[in-house]
């Protein structure tokens, strides 16, 4: 498989490590597919990948809803033919203290952080098998391993993502279909410049590197991992965090 001949989809790519993941891709030579919710801002992202000369390309898609999840990715084998890699990098946080936290804020953390991996993983897995050929990476968190006060729902969804990983990667080593997971500390986007600037100081504090981490260094990590080179990786879990947690 070349760089040239690939298709991608990446979930959650109208901003942030998401829309810098489609970049990585793009940039590379794939046909890169970005979803969202939101059609506007993603089709925005898309427009300005293609600027830089690869071919992208925006979908409105909920990855929390199974039946957007089937369209939308029968939608681009009708168009592309293929799916080479995907993407789940989706997700949303809706922090509290676990005896506040709601049963609508449990499930709805759950649904676009692990239900929507499952959709995604399920839809674009058949057509990846059949072609002998796929690399699915998973965007996670370090607070899968460390757990953090006030994400309890958040943690438990990334938690979920390892074991979804590690399960699915052993059911498709055999078709030539790879799954890893990259766990970011604290990365430079909406999710964290949304905190309190006592909790961004309280953060800095904990990482040795001193700093927060950009998108692109998530993107170039996950490009590797989604690379025809990285063939014989498949169930990892790779850290991206500035020495958080080793
Ligand atoms: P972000 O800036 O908030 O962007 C999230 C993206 O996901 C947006 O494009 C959003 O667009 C999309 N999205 C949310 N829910 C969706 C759904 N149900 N279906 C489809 N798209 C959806 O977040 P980020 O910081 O780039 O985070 C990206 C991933 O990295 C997430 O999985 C996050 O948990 C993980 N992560 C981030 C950090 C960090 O420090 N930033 C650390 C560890 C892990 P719409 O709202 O239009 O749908």
């Known amino acids: 498989m070349l760089w040239g001949d690939s298709v991608a989809l990446v979930t959650g790519a109208s901003r942030g490590i998401g829309k810098a ?19 506007e801002a993603v089709t925005a992202a898309a427009r300005e990948i293609s600027c830089g000369g690869g071919a992208a390309v925006g979908l409105q898609m909920d990855v929390g809803r199974p039946d957007e999840v089937k369209s939308g990715i029968q939608a681009i084998l009708r168009e592309a033919g293929r799916i080479d890699i995907l993407v789940n990098n989706a997700g949303i946080r809706r922090d509290k203290l676990l005896v506040r936290t709601q049963d609508c804020e449990w499930q709805e953390v759950l649904d676009a952080n692990l239900s929507g991996s499952f959709y995604c993983t399920r839809q674009a ?28 729902n958040y943690a438990a969804a990334k938690a979920g993502l390892v074991g979804l990983t590690r399960s699915a990667a052993r059911e498709y080593a055999s078709r ?12 430079e986007t909406d999710m964290i410049t949304s905190l309190p600037e006592p909790v961004r100081r309280q953060i800095l504090a904990a990482i040795p590197m001193g700093r927060l981490g950009s998108p692109r260094e998530v993107a170039d990590t996950v490009a590797f991992l989604a690379s025809p080179e990285a063939g014989y990786i498949t169930g990892q879990v790779l850290h991206v965090n500035g020495g958080l947690y080793a």
């Open 21 to 39: 993941i489609a970049e990585a891709l793009c940039a590379k030579g794939a046909r890169v597919y970005l979803c969202a919710r939101n059609l």
């Open 125 to 152: 897995i058949a057509a990846m098998s059949r072609q002998r050929y796929g690399r699915i990476v998973n965007v996670g968190s370090v607070v899968a391993f460390t757990g953090n006060a006030g994400q309890a």
């Open 176 to 187: 030539g279909v790879t799954i890893n997971l990259v766990a970011p500390g604290f990365i």
